[in-house]
């Protein structure tokens, strides 16, 4: 028998049981018969597509056309896993075009949930999309659509100001009805904190093993990234015998026995 589809409440009732969830990104059809098959619980359609598929410095470029390209193609091979795509940059500048950018990646794009980065003055986006149905992530922390004004991508929430404001930023996208949320690049402490105190899951990248669940940008975690792979990432493929489909399992493996990340990936 077929395992049952990973919905948003399936996640929740995770997080419950103190399962952790295992989230990879992923931009094709291949590939996404690999991760279905590795057992990863939700398929992030990342802007991060940007840098690794096209060569961008960011992510800023990337249209909405591009996601809906990718996450339909991931779509038609989904069986499983609940697929989450990004809004790309300025398409949620307003909460109508909010609503207009999650109807193409919904019906068109085939997603089960959209993600867009950022915290409070986004709680009328993420209410008016929940209540038209639209389940959202939201992305905290290092926001890579940003990158411009933090001038780098830079950690987050070291200092009490920052580490408040995304501690208030969370209660708020939650209170307004957000599903998920990803914490990237934070103090394992804090995101440890805020995952203790959210009843949603949190999703953590670069923020320790105390969250929820991790998420990987796949390209990192196979050791294809051919520039300064992140510190918080790890290649799970290098020095295999059992290939492409032995490091998405074996990362599925970690991340749910709370091994990956360990203190190597787990920034101070
Ligand atoms: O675009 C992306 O891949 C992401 C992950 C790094 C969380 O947002």
Known sequence: MPSPRVTVSTLA?????????????????????????????????????????QGQEATVSVTLDQMVYHCASVARR???????????????????????????????????????????????TVAAL???????????????QSVHK???????????VSARCIREDAAALQAAGAGLLILECVPAALAAEIAGQLKIPVI??????????????????????????????????TGRTDGVAGALASYVREVKAGTFPGTAQTPA
């Open 78 to 124: 989904r069986e499983r896993a609940l697929l989450v795509g990004d809004m790309p940059f300025l398409s949620y500048a307003t909460p109508e075009r909010a609503l207009a950018t999650a109807g193409r990646l919904m019906q068109e794009g085939g997603v089960h949930m959209v993600k867009f980065e950022g915290g409070g003055a986004l709680v009328d």
């Open 13 to 53: 009732a995770m997080k419950g049981r103190g399962e952790r969830i295992a989230c990879l990104t992923c931009y094709d059809a291949t590939f996404t018969r690999l991760l279905e098959r590795a057992g990863v619980d939700v398929l992030l359609v990342g802007d991060s597509l940007g840098m690794v598929l």
């Open 150 to 160: 933090l001038g780098g991508y830079r950690f987050q929430g070291r200092d009490a």
């Open 130 to 144: 929940t209540a038209q149905g639209v389940p959202v992530c939201g992305h905290l922390g290092l926001l890579p």
């Open 204 to 237: 953590g990248i670069g923020a320790g093993a105390g969250c929820d669940g991790q998420v990987l940008v796949l390209h990192d975690m196979l050791g294809l990234n051919t520039g300064r792979p992140p510190s918080f990432s790890k290649d799970f493929l």
